[in-house]
């Protein structure tokens, strides 16, 4: 069978048409509202009016000095008088102080605690401007010695030579020049008596033996009857040295006698005294071992910071100098070194030194039958 279609009513035709139609007008109402919406948008570039505020702000922040804007800085905290203590004021002191004082003052009750004491201050400062200290002459010169720090600090720490301006070459050309400053032997330490007499050297070792626990014995007759000048002031302390003398030139280690070295070295024990009276060509030596050092050995990165530092001040102290210099010859200075003999000042025992008197010279005779 061929199927037969059936016409649609005419009613429903319409219908369907109208439908469509209308759907189609509300699509491109639609559209129309949409065009509408972009053509009236307007470019943020041009007016700025949706810019967010953070791009508007082109300007730098202000640097924050210890977390403060110049404006909170200038905050007055406290009043005395008409000095006035600012809230910068207050940072800069705290920032000032140790780790460990500005750890301290970390709490509020610390801080408030510290502001107190730069109020205290400045009532005593005040208080000593009206009694007049500012115009004394020791107030004065503390006044110089702090402007003369501040010029120091400004021209050779601020501005002068800095730690990493001293170059491996010059650390190294330092480490190969004074080996003997970074491998050294073993080393002891002792004290001795010198006497020129061999019988009281004995007597006084006899003494010694017998009060083994009177650690101050040896002290007492080192300062009375040693007879080496230059160690009866320190009790016949000798100092550090090693088994054998050295020749080199690149320590500073003191001459001693072969005979007081070895002596010295056959000790075992710290406190240990020789057994028997030491012979050298100065005299007769009561030896006693206060002291003992491992052998050092210092590779060139071990030592690198400590010669670093040692040549940063060496070059530090010659700019000083030139610049001190160069002042003193702008000031044509002059002096008058023979009035220096007029002064007496007095030593640790009450001593003063006559008007002219001359210290002699180390190297003299007065030296020559001392240890060196």
């Not at 102290?317 to 070194?337: G, P, S």
């Amino acid at each position: 069978m061929i199927p037969i279609s059936t016409p649609m009513p005419r009613s429903d035709v319409r219908t369907s048409s109208g439908a469509a139609r209308r759907a189609h007008l509300r699509c491109f109402a639609l559209l129309g509202v949409l065009l509408s919406a972009g053509c009236n948008k307007r470019d943020p570039a041009a007016t700025g009016a949706d810019k967010k505020p953070a791009e508007t702000a082109s300007a730098p922040k202000p640097e924050l000095k210890y977390g403060l804007t110049p404006e909170q800085a200038a905050q007055v905290l406290v009043q005395v008088g008409e000095t006035k203590i600012t809230l910068g004021d207050f940072a800069e002191r705290l920032g000032s102080q140790s780790p460990y004082l500005r750890a301290r003052y970390n709490s509020p009750e610390r801080r408030k605690e510290f502001l107190e004491n730069m109020v205290r201050f400045e009532l005593l400062a005040a208080e000593a401007d009206k009694r007049g200290f500012d115009k004394s002459e020791d107030v004065e010169r503390v006044r110089r010695q702090v402007m003369v720090q501040q010029l120091m600090q400004d021209l050779f720490d601020k501005g002068g030579l800095k730690l990493a301006d001293i170059s491996d070459d010059e650390i190294k050309r330092y480490y190969d020049e004074h080996a003997g400053e970074f491998n050294k032997p073993a080393q002891v330490r002792a004290s001795h008596i010198l006497f020129k007499d061999r019988g009281a050297a004995e007597q006084a070792l006899k003494d010694l033996k017998q009060k083994p626990g009177d650690m101050e014995l040896f002290r007492k007759l080192a300062e009375q009857k040693n007879q080496d000048p230059s160690t009866k002031d320190s009790a016949g302390d000798l100092r550090f040295f090693s088994e054998t003398q050295d020749k080199s030139g690149e320590t500073d280690e003191p001459e001693r006698p072969a005979a007081v070295r070895k002596a010295a070295f056959g000790l075992a024990n710290i406190g240990d005294l020789y057994p028997e009276v030491v012979q050298s060509e100065l005299g007769f030596h009561v030896v006693k071992l206060t002291g003992r050092r491992e052998p050092l050995k210092r590779s060139l990165e071990d030592a690198r910071r400590m010669i670093q530092n040692k040549l940063w001040r060496e070059k530090r102290e010659q700019a000083i100098e030139k610049f001190v210099a160069e002042l003193r010859t702008k000031a044509n200075v002059q002096e008058n070194a023979a009035a220096l003999a007029k002064v007496q000042v007095k030593d640790g025992l009450g001593n003063a030194a006559a008007p002219g008197a001359v210290k002699p010279a180390a190297g003299k005779d007065s030296d020559k039958k001392s240890v060196k």
